[in-house]
């Protein structure tokens, strides 16, 4: 018997919301090139970290509701969840969107649902249709093609994505009813119908938006730095305006949505998108001061020490209590540290990962223990509660100390 609902990309959104359908007792068949994400998958586990995941994926698989496999196979929904990278400078790549829709074409029949969930530069839904009809002209007008992006946090992307209200974007009014009714199984957010254009705008909006305010706590951390005033406590203070809300700094914005998707905007529409642009300019900026700061003390610490200083670098994951590694402007800090200085001695610590292809990782307590330069990169649960010696010399760029202050 043919599943239901076949998910093309088994990663960090593609997994949950195979498990999420099929949770509802709906067959479905996952699809990853990565023939050990099938194997783990097909035991009951799970290659990523998310909680929650490891316990949907471990039922579905032993149900007989979840299968994954290296191709697709005959279904009524067909579900793209593939990466988006760059190409050339900042140039959004929508080929494996194109590979995954020419996989299933061959597949599809009258009256099928084609939903891409993948990040889009707009007008990527238009470019599918067409190639599909190109493929299989018979199916014109025959089947429904929507945009539905999603709208999650990791680490609660079990619940957000049940919760969450959701933009759903046809091609045509019959597409968008379609698409509405497959998702109204297994959301309980309001969906919200629109065209596809608008959907693929309407997501990379709310990534832009999000990167243009955290650039500005990041922008406000650097003047904060050079006029020696603690950038916590302003913005808890200007927090207390009840029209302001300024978010946390950290060492920059990484992950596969909100330092990604703006560039999909200023490639397209590089005259009108002067604040989103400079934004993105702003958070890769604060990186790049990070790593700096972290040079800097360690020559003012093999000046006063006559000795290289043994450094502890807390993280590597783009945000807390997460393993995604994807954008990260921690791990971007770590390498230029290393480059800067390959001789010193570095602890490289990221508690959501056994091991790691590069990086030579230290446990946390060791690291900090041993460290004579301690910079925290990243907000991770596992730091907040670390006892630091006052002989270390402590970076905070991420908020920690301020959970030591009572």
């Known amino acids: 018997m043919n599943p239901e609902v076949v998910m093309i990309g088994l990663g960090y959104i593609g997994l949950p919301t ?12 996952g699809v990853d090139i990565n023939p050990n994400v099938v194997e783990t ?15 949907a994926v471990a039922s579905t698989v032993k149900n007989g509701y979840l299968k994954a496999a290296t191709t697709a196979v005959e279904a009524n929904t067909y579900i793209i969840v593939v990466p988006t990278p760059f190409k050339g400078k900042n140039e959004p790549d929508i080929s494996f969107v194109k590979a995954a829709t020419k996989s299933i074409t061959p597949l599809l029949k009258v009256d099928d649902l084609y939903i891409i969930e993948s990040t889009s530069p707009i007008g990527t ?5 067409n190639l599909i009809y190109s493929l299989r002209p018979e199916l014109k007008n025959k089947i429904h093609i929507a945009y539905c992006p999603e709208r999650v946090l990791p680490g609660n992307v079990m619940h957000e994505l049940v919760y969450n209200d959701r933009v759903i974007g046809g091609i045509d009014r ?3 009813n379609k698409a509405i009714e497959f998702y109204a199984r297994y959301v309980k957010g309001y969906l919200h119908g629109t065209n596809a254009k608008t959907a693929e705008m309407c997501k990379l909006v709310e990534n832009s938006s999000r990167d243009v305010q955290i650039a500005f706590a990041n922008e406000l951390s650097l003047i904060c730095d050079k006029a020696d005033i603690n950038v916590w406590e302003l913005i808890t203070l200007a927090n207390k305006h009840p029209r302001v809300n300024i978010l946390q700094p950290g ?44 040079q800097t003390e360690k020559l003012k610490f093999e000046l006063e020490h006559g000795r290289k200083p043994k450094v502890a ?8 209590n997460i393993d995604d590694l994807r954008e990260s402007p921690a791990k971007y800090i770590v390498q230029k540290v ?6 010193g001695d570095c602890f490289i610590v990221e508690p959501n990962i056994k091991k790691h292809n590069v990086f030579k990782l230290t446990n946390y307590k060791n690291a900090v223990q041993e460290a004579d330069i301690i910079a925290f990169l990243v907000a991770h649960e596992e730091f907040k509660d670390l006892e630091i010696s006052l002989d270390k010399v402590v970076l905070d760029f991420c908020g920690i100390l301020k959970y030591k202050i009572k």
């Open 125 to 129: 839904t238009e470019k599918m249709t």
């Open 338 to 343: 290393l480059q800067n200085d390959s001789n």
């Open 251 to 294: 060492c920059g914005v990484g992950g596969h949505c909100i330092a990604v998707d703006p560039y999909f905007i200023v490639s397209d529409y590089p005259m009108e998108s002067k604040i989103i642009g400079t934004a993105r300019e702003v958070n890769n900026y604060k990186s790049f001061w990070c790593a700096e700061k972290i």
């Open 174 to 176: 019959e597409s968008t």
């Open 18 to 29: 195979a498990a999420l359908i099929a949770s509802n007792n709906v067959k479905v068949h």
């Open 313 to 320: 670098l807390m993280g590597l994951a783009f945000k807390p």
């Open 41 to 55: 998958i097909n035991r009951g586990e799970i290659h990523i970290v998310e909680p929650a995941l490891d316990i």
